[in-house]
Structures are given as C-alpha cells and as structure tokens.
C-alpha cells in the first residue's frame, strides 16, 4: 500500500493503462481453489492458513465467489488512520520521516493492490470493484449506510461453506472530485458503525454442524437476527455492548503488539498509537456505546436503540427471506421477465 501527498502526485508515480478488467474477474470467477494455481504459475500467495482454510486445501472443493481488485486515488475511508497499522515495506516507506507519516494519515490518495493473485476465506473486501459468482445462492447486501461490503464478506464466510475470495494484482483508477485531507484530530474518531453492529453479530452466530447448504445458513443467520431484534431494550442493549467491548478489547491488543513489535519507535507514531488507545478506553466507558456514531445524531438514545433493533430485525426478515427472493428473479429471468425496465 502507498500513500501520495496529492491527486497530483499520484498520477505522476502510478502508471494508468487501459485493460480489460472483466477478463481478470472471469479468469479466476467461479474456479475451484485447484484450478486457480496455473492461472498464477504456482506462484500464489495464500493468506495464513487456519484449519478450515488446510481442510478446503485438502479436500479441493474451496470455490471463488467473489473477486476484488485493488484500486488507486480516493481511498473512500470515511476515517484516517491506515498508516497506524501497517507493517513490512509499506510501513518503513511511511516512517521514513514525520512529514510522509503525517501526509500518509491525513491523504485520501492511496494504491492498494496485492502483487499477485491472492485466495483467502477471509471476510474483509471493499466493493469499489467486485465480480461476483451469482450461478448459485450468494448472500444480500445490506442496503443501508457504509461498510455494507465488508459486511457481505462476512456474511459471505459464515453462510457459504468453502466460499472464497480472490484479489486480483491490479487496481482500479477511483478518480472523484478531490476532497479535504484528513484533520489529524480526526484520528481519535474510532469508527463505531451501525454495520459493525451486524458484522459483529454475523461472526458471533456459530451454525450447527448439520447446516452446510447456503440455503439453510442464511435462514438460521436470518432468525438469530430476527431473535435478536426483538430482544426488549435491555437486554438488546447488554448482548450489543458485550459484542463491542470484545471487539475493542482486541483492537487495543492489537495496538500494544504493534508497540511492542516495533519498540515504540518511532515517538510520533508510538504518541498516535497511544492516544488511539486512550480513545478505545473512552469509547469502552460510555453510556451509549450500545448506540452507533450513524443512527445516534438528531435522535434521542431511546429513539435510536429502538430503530437499531428494528433494522436488526428486518435485516433478519432479508436473510431469511433471500433464497426465496433469489430463486424467484431467476425463474423471472428464465421465463424471460427480467427484474429491470428500460426507462
């Protein structure tokens, strides 16, 4: 990953041409994890290797998805602060010096790219430019508010069994209007998304043994969502806020690795890190952690505990309700009625 001062220099250090992205996605779409490996020349980089991950080896039924590409110019974060967490190559070029690790917090041009073709049955993606394998059941997008994508990951890895996700070594050109930097004050802003409410449910939720269809995982993910949803506020509330102080819990342990790895060197970046911790601490404390930083403003903490669990619930109604949706546009699209019109 690289960070540039501007749009400007940007386009001065990355080289743009002109390709055919839809071939990338189409090459590796839909393939076994086995007949991925001579599209790469046996040169492919795998993720650390879980157990799950060692068994889809084993067995060669792990199949492509999704397929991401990297991307190139406006970040599209809504929050700075990747530069915190970076480590080999990328990290020494940003802490060459105070003012390219300050110009790297507060930029919104970056390239970000995986240098080879790159499995993984992870659940992290961003959707600026995704192919997808919709031949079979894939779960829904969750059409409301930011972070939707990372979200269909993790739906993704907890309901489609052996389903895995390629990143292609290429990245694709995000030219929008320039915006702003970053304040550096921006940094003690932790993301506390109401999308981090349902990813952090979705990897909470263990499915039983006997459930492997696609089918069957969304509709029992679905009614754990529909449950919890209707959970009276209290205990809503105390299952939301546990899930949150686990989750920071380890984000600030995470945070100490990474002081402890690099001996808190160097002091610029060791002084953001501990003032990011402090802000986890505080987070953790309040009295509405419970409430998400994009439903709370404008409403009052009771008003928007109870829109929290209503679109709990209804995003339950979604999962459960998916196959069928999702086999209904099908026969829709077979009997030659499709789901759009021209305007």
């Not at 939707?148 to 069994?161: I, K, N, Q, Y």
């Not at 619930?313 to 979604?318: A, C, D, F, I, P």
């Amino acid at each position: 990953m690289s960070f540039y001062r501007d749009r400007e220099r940007l386009l001065q250090e990355v080289q743009l041409e002109t390709i055919d992205i839809i071939s990338w996605h189409e090459r590796i779409l839909g393939k076994r994890l086995r007949d991925c490996l001579p599209e790469s020349d046996k040169d492919i980089h795998l993720e650390k290797i879980s157990p799950n991950f060692a068994d889809i080896l084993r067995s060669g039924k792990g199949r492509v998805r999704a397929t991401v590409a990297g991307h190139c110019g406006d970040s599209g974060t809504g929050q700075p602060g990747l530069p915190l967490y970076l480590q080999g190559d990328a990290r020494n070029r940003v802490m060459n010096s105070e003012q390219i690790y300050n110009e790297a917090l507060t930029t919104r041009e970056v390239s970000r790219a995986v240098k080879r073709l790159t499995i993984s049955e992870g659940y992290l993606l961003m959707a600026s430019h995704i192919g997808l394998d919709i031949r079979e059941l894939l779960p829904p997008f969750f059409p409301l508010l930011r972070s939707e994508d990372v979200l269909f990951g993790a739906t993704l890895r907890s309901c489609v069994d052996e389903g895995l996700i390629a990143f292609l070594p290429l990245a694709v050109h995000h030219n929008p209007l320039p915006r702003p930097h970053f304040g550096k004050e921006e940094l003690d802003r932790i993301p506390h998304q109401f999308s981090s409410y349902l990813i952090l449910l979705t990897l909470s939720f263990k499915h039983s043994h006997n459930s492997n269809s696609t089918e069957t995982r969304l509709k029992t993910l679905g009614e754990f969502f529909m449950r919890t949803g209707a959970l009276k506020e209290k205990a809503f509330s105390e299952t939301i806020t546990e899930l949150w102080l686990a989750s920071i819990s380890k984000h600030i342990q995470t945070l100490e690795e990474l002081l402890d790895a690099y001996d808190g060197s160097p002091a610029y970046w060791s002084e953001d890190i501990l003032n990011r911790i402090e802000a986890l601490r505080d987070l953790a404390t309040s009295d509405d952690l419970d409430i998400p930083s994009d439903i709370g403003p404008g409403r009052d903490p009771k008003e928007a505990r109870a829109l929290c669990r209503r679109l709990v619930r209804r995003y339950g109604e979604l999962l459960y309700w998916w196959p069928v949706i999702f086999d209904a546009a099908k026969d829709l699209k077979d009997c030659g009625k499709g789901m759009l019109r021209e305007l």
